[in-house]
């Protein structure tokens, strides 16, 4: 065997090795991508809780609900190292739920009160925002102003309602959210469309069960495109990523080319 020969075999064997890490490391991340999800509902107070499942880590929860690491420690008061355990309920993130103030009513002499329609009982208000999230953390702050032209979709489980609306803009001091009311009270399901050149920085499908005289605001938050992405935190403290198995593999298979040219040349 020459020596142009014994080249183009270990040109192969690498080209082979690299082609099958890249094809392991597509597997996995396309794996990641088809978990999946099912937004919680809030409960009373509010809150989103999420279980977390046997075995997942914080990059995977972050995967799945789209709620960066940095919320989740914050939500949850947890460590850098964000250590969740199989069974543990975390809050992922959290809804404003005000009841309407009760209508206030003028005494007035009976000979003077005239004959009016009583309201429709167990109606309620839902009430939507999406913000411009400048800083990326998934939460409304002071100075991140309301965005137009999120497609705002508002439908019941059973069917029988389907409403849409257009978020407005502005300062949320001066201008109020866009709201669907007289809403029979429920279980519904919001879903937003974010406008061109933004990103989400919050989920954008969320499940929202509404009580009689109840106004809920819901916010979604967005970040232009160009923008840099919120700092995720990461959990490789417990676990070793596919990219450094991949480079691992990678340099083995040089290493055993080179050994295996020298041995060839010192035979020789």
Not at 120 to 128: H, K, N, R, S, T
Request: charged share 15%; hydrophobic share 40%.
């Amino acid at each position: 065997m020459n020596k142009r020969t014994k080249l183009l075999i270990s040109a192969v064997l690498f080209l082979l090795i690299t082609t099958l890490a890249v094809a392991t490391l597509k597997t996995s991340n396309i794996a990641n991508a088809q978990t999946p999800y099912n937004t919680p509902t809030a409960d009373a107070a509010g809150r989103i809780i999420y279980t977390v499942q046997a075995g997942e880590f914080c990059s995977q929860i972050q995967e799945r609900t789209g709620v960066p690491i940095s919320e989740i420690i914050r939500l949850n008061g947890l460590t850098e190292a964000c250590e969740v355990f199989g069974g543990d309920e975390i809050v992922i993130g959290m809804v404003e739920v005000t009841p309407l103030p009760p209508t206030a009513t003028a005494t007035i002499p009976p000979g003077q009160i005239t004959p009016t329609l009583t309201p429709m009982p167990g109606l309620a208000e839902i009430c939507v925002v999406l913000f411009h999230d400048m800083d990326g953390n998934g939460m409304r702050t002071e100075g991140e102003d309301f965005l137009y032209g999120g497609e705002v979709s508002v439908n019941d489980r059973l069917g029988t309602i389907s409403l849409t609306g257009t978020t407005v803009a502005g300062s949320p001091d001066i201008v109020e959210p866009y709201c669907f009311t007289d809403l029979p009270v429920g279980t519904y399901n919001i879903s937003i469309a974010i406008p061109d050149d933004f990103n989400a920085t919050t989920i954008t499908n969320y499940p929202l069960e509404v009580r009689a005289g109840e106004s809920a605001t819901i916010d979604f938050g967005a970040q232009l495109a160009s923008a840099p992405g919120a700092e995720v935190v990461s959990d490789t403290v417990r676990r070793i990523p596919v990219l450094g198995i991949v480079g691992l593999i990678i340099l083995l298979a040089g290493v055993g080319l080179g050994v295996y040219m020298w041995r060839s040349n010192k035979a020789e």
